[in-house]
């Protein structure tokens, strides 16, 4: 018997594999395969990619820690129309955030018609001394 509480929601795991490559060091692709800890390291999961033959394919429900992030994200409306740019942007963000294993759940969506500060100017640029202009 644990007191780990049950979530409501399945998560997908994600992979444990360390890659080194930054910004993130650990692969976090969906890992099906599970390696299973002792009393020296906790229990991993693995992608196809990246898990070992003595790995386990498993659904069962282990314990890991859940992430839940707060964010604002700012994306141009495919649409002046309010419904149709809202729409549309909820659900591209929604796609992007399941492909990693996310589950999603929108607080709040607004959206205001504004428009681009105009471009910087052109740097032009001056010929040295003694050179002809
Ligand atoms: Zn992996």
Same mark, same amino acid.
């Given at each position: 018997?644990?007191?780990?509480?049950?979530?409501?929601?399945?998560?997908?795991?994600?992979?444990?594999?360390?890659?080194?490559?930054?910004?993130?060091?650990?692969?976090?692709?969906?890992?099906?395969?599970?390696?299973?800890?002792?009393?020296?390291?906790?229990?991993?999961?693995?992608?196809?990619?990246?898990?070992?033959?003595?790995?386990?394919?498993?659904? @069962?429900?282990?314990?890991?820690? *859940? &992430? /839940?992030?707060? #964010?604002?994200?700012?994306? +141009?409306? =495919? !649409?002046?129309?309010?419904?149709?740019? @809202?729409?549309?942007?909820?659900? *591209? &963000? /929604?796609?992007? #955030?399941?492909?990693?294993? +996310?589950? =999603? !759940?929108?607080?709040?969506?607004?959206?205001?018609?504004?428009?681009?500060?105009?471009?910087?100017?052109?740097?032009?640029?001056?010929?040295?001394?003694?050179?002809?202009?």
């Amino acid at each position: 018997m644990t007191n780990t509480p049950i979530a409501a929601h399945r998560l997908s795991m994600r992979c444990h594999h360390k890659t080194g490559v930054r910004p993130s060091t650990w692969c976090g692709a969906i890992a099906p395969w599970l390696r299973a800890g002792s009393s020296l390291f906790a229990d991993g999961w693995f992608c196809a990619a990246h898990h070992h033959p003595s790995d386990i394919e498993s659904s @069962q429900a282990r314990r890991y820690r *859940r &992430v /839940r992030l707060q #964010l604002y994200v700012d994306l +141009a409306g =495919v !649409s002046l129309q309010q419904a149709d740019a @809202q729409t549309e942007a909820v659900e *591209r &963000v /929604r796609q992007a #955030l399941e492909a990693i294993g +996310a589950r =999603v !759940s929108f607080g709040l969506v607004v959206s205001a018609i504004l428009q681009n500060a105009p471009p910087p100017a052109q740097d032009v640029k001056t010929p040295p001394e003694g050179l002809p202009r």
